[in-house]
């Protein structure tokens, strides 16, 4: 499956900005999908997972209560809705798909992965 990440911008602080990443090539609705994010110098991290079939979601600590993440499988798409955006939340913004149940927080269970897409959180 191939992922293209979209969304990304430069916003102020207390801001918002939703990403979009939308899959081809693949049964979309088949695939537990993740964003994940990487600032200059830091390890990519997890942000946030949606489940492919009930719709279960999990959020990393540290955005819980400001991002929400969706999926609409009728347009092959995850969303990740960002407010009350920070300085700390600049990074790398990228999607993900996975085929796996386990390994949720891990980058290295996801089998196919987005470009990226730049957030810029201004103070």
């Known amino acids: 499956v191939q992922l293209q990440a979209s969304g990304g911008g430069v916003v102020q602080a207390g801001g918002s900005l939703r990403l979009s990443c939308g899959a081809s090539?693949?049964?979309?609705?088949?695939?537990?999908m993740g964003w994940f994010r990487q600032a200059p110098g830091k390890e990519r991290e997890f942000v946030a997972r949606?489940?492919?079939?009930?719709?279960?979601?999990y959020y990393a600590d540290s955005v819980k209560g400001r991002f929400t993440i969706s999926r609409d499988n009728a347009k092959n798409t995850v969303y990740l809705q960002m407010n009350s955006l920070k300085p700390e939340d600049t990074a790398v913004y990228y999607c993900?798909?996975?085929?796996?149940?386990?390994?949720?927080?891990?980058?290295?269970?996801?089998?196919?992965w987005g470009q990226g897409t730049q957030v810029t959180v201004s103070s």
């Open positions: 993900a798909a996975t085929t796996y149940i386990s390994g949720i927080y891990d980058a290295y269970s996801y089998n196919y």
């Open positions: 090539g693949g049964t979309f609705s088949r695939y537990r």
């Open positions: 949606i489940g492919w079939s009930d719709g279960s979601t």
